[in-house]
């Protein structure tokens, strides 16, 4: 099967914003960047697409060699349904949806290997989902937020699609909160590609 990593990347101006406690503008914008960065590189030796709505990143996309899927007004939600129809489209068996803030990300293809169902890798609370990995054509309904992690498994029961899920050291780690940017300090031998299932 084809597979591909799909990049849901908001505007780095606008991005983080909850770390304005510890972080300025300036240095908000730059760590939103250098987490994409980390996400997409990551995604080799898979093709990537980032889906956006902000022209410095489609710029930005483009000079990685990323496919870029516009979707203005969509929503994280819609772009992402956008993004994997986008990949369907093409060929695109299984998409690798990984949110562009995990600063420890360092290999993505592996989650689209030997398994035709849903793979879900929460946070490390258990709460958010920061990568998925799905079936393209399976109609898939993203529901991103505030516990998505029990709302992504509950969908993939209702298709009726095995599912996966992989606690990831690495991949469990996002930036939301000023607390998140501690991930060094918590970065362990796993926390460079084992996988606690």
Known sequence: ??????????????????LAPALSPPEREALARSMADR????????????VCDDEDVRVWAADHGARV?????????????????????????????????????????????????????PDRRDDGTNVACVPSRA??????GPGSFDRHRAEAERLGLALRVVRDPALGWDVDVP?????????????????CP
């Open 179 to 195: 607390d998140d940017l501690d991930y060094d300090a918590h970065r362990a031998p796993t926390a460079l590609g084992g996988r």
């Open 139 to 144: 109609g898939f309904g993203f529901a991103y």
């Open 39 to 50: 996400v997409v590189r990551a995604a080799a030796p898979l093709p990537v697409a980032v």
């Open 69 to 121: 899927v516009w979707c203005p007004g969509r929503g994280l939600n819609g772009a992402v349904a956008d993004g994997v129809a986008a990949l369907a489209a093409d060929g695109v068996d299984q998409v690798v949806v990984a949110h562009g803030d995990l600063p420890l990300a360092s290999s993505l293809g592996w989650l689209a290997d030997q398994h035709d169902g849903v793979t879900l890798v």
């Open 1 to 18: 099967m084809s597979a591909a990593v799909l990049v849901p990347v908001k505007a780095f101006r606008l991005a983080k914003v909850r």
